[in-house]
């Protein structure tokens, strides 16, 4: 059975989708079977794949409001392994839609469920907000990856963000856990990111994910082309940072699959 983890961070411009799109490709490359889920309205984790969002028939939109299955929704990549249920900009008025429905903090959980047995990975891509669609995915997910940018106000919201978690924990979901803090857009030439690195670590010590993800000029360039860094510029500082990224994670999560053992 697969791992649901979810990328979240009400602080936009953190390298979230950045990282989803990157990490899903290299868990890909490295021979899982994965799902990025983009539940996120702007669908930029769409859009970074190289979908047009104006061909998008289905997307995680009709799972939720109109209860189709998601494998009608769901869209293969360029590369093998890597599968994508897309978002939609009309995920902006779901969570109006949403609010009278019974259960409605698990109507993605539901919807998803019985995707886990048919990958290794499924990782969500959540919108920069602490809104409904984002409680949907904490209560869908086993676990959340949370991505800090290398700036000053880099802990700022981070305590809204965790006593959201916990509460989710206390009411939705008590089995979910904190995969990682994940440190990006780090620059070693710049006081302040290794500041940044230390205080984070000071913090949260061993929940910190051991590899970083430096500025990368053609991390940047590549959603531009709808590419994962990996297909765009193998060689770059990106790709290999989310390369690393995505062994460490595979690492941590043996007990998810055996045959890694």
């Known amino acids: 059975?697969?791992?649901?983890?979810?990328?979240?961070?009400?602080?936009?411009?953190?390298?979230?989708?950045t990282t989803a799109i990157n990490l899903s490709a290299s868990l890909a490359i490295l021979e899982k079977k994965v799902l990025l889920i983009d539940a996120d309205p702007q669908?930029?984790?769409?859009?970074?794949?190289?979908?047009?969002?104006?061909?998008?028939?289905?997307?995680?939109?009709?799972?939720?409001?109109?209860?189709?299955?998601?494998?009608?929704?769901?869209?293969?990549?360029?590369?093998?392994?890597?599968?994508?249920?897309?978002s939609h900009i009309d995920?902006?008025?779901?969570?109006?839609?949403?609010?009278?429905?019974?259960?409605?903090?698990?109507?993605?959980?539901?919807?998803?469920?019985?995707l886990k047995d048919q990958y290794d990975y499924i990782l969500i891509d959540c919108?920069?907000?602490?809104?409904?669609?984002?409680?949907?995915?904490?209560?869908?997910a086993d676990s959340v990856i949370i991505p800090v940018q290398c700036e000053y106000f880099a802990l700022e919201g981070l305590g809204k963000l965790l006593n959201t978690i916990k509460i989710i924990q206390s009411r939705l979901n008590p089995d979910l856990q904190i995969e990682g803090f994940l440190l990006t857009m780090y620059d070693s030439r710049l006081n302040l990111s290794n500041q940044v690195y230390e205080e984070v670590k000071r913090h949260f010590q061993e929940m910190v994910?051991?590899?970083?993800?430096?500025?990368?000029?053609?991390?940047?360039?590549?959603?531009?082309?709808?590419?994962?860094?990996?297909?765009?510029?193998?060689?770059?500082?990106?790709?290999?940072?989310?390369?690393?990224?995505?062994?460490?994670l595979i690492d941590k999560n043996t007990e998810y699959h055996p045959s890694n053992n």
């Open 1 to 17: 059975m697969g791992k649901i983890i979810a990328l979240a961070n009400q602080k936009g411009g953190v390298g979230k989708t």
């Open 43 to 86: 669908a930029n984790a769409t859009s970074g794949l190289g979908f047009d969002l104006k061909t998008i028939e289905n997307s995680i939109y009709e799972c939720i409001i109109d209860q189709i299955e998601p494998e009608s929704a769901i869209l293969h990549t360029e590369i093998e392994g890597l599968d994508l249920l897309p």
């Open 91 to 114: 995920l902006v008025g779901a969570e109006i839609e949403m609010l009278n429905r019974p259960e409605r903090e698990k109507i993605l959980k539901k919807s998803i469920e019985k």
């Open 127 to 140: 919108s920069p907000s602490l809104g409904l669609i984002t409680v949907n995915t904490l209560t869908a």
């Open 209 to 248: 994910f051991h590899t970083l993800i430096q500025r990368n000029i053609r991390l940047s360039e590549a959603p531009s082309y709808g590419k994962p860094a990996i297909l765009y510029d193998a060689t770059s500082k990106g790709a290999i940072n989310h390369m690393n990224l995505a062994k460490e």
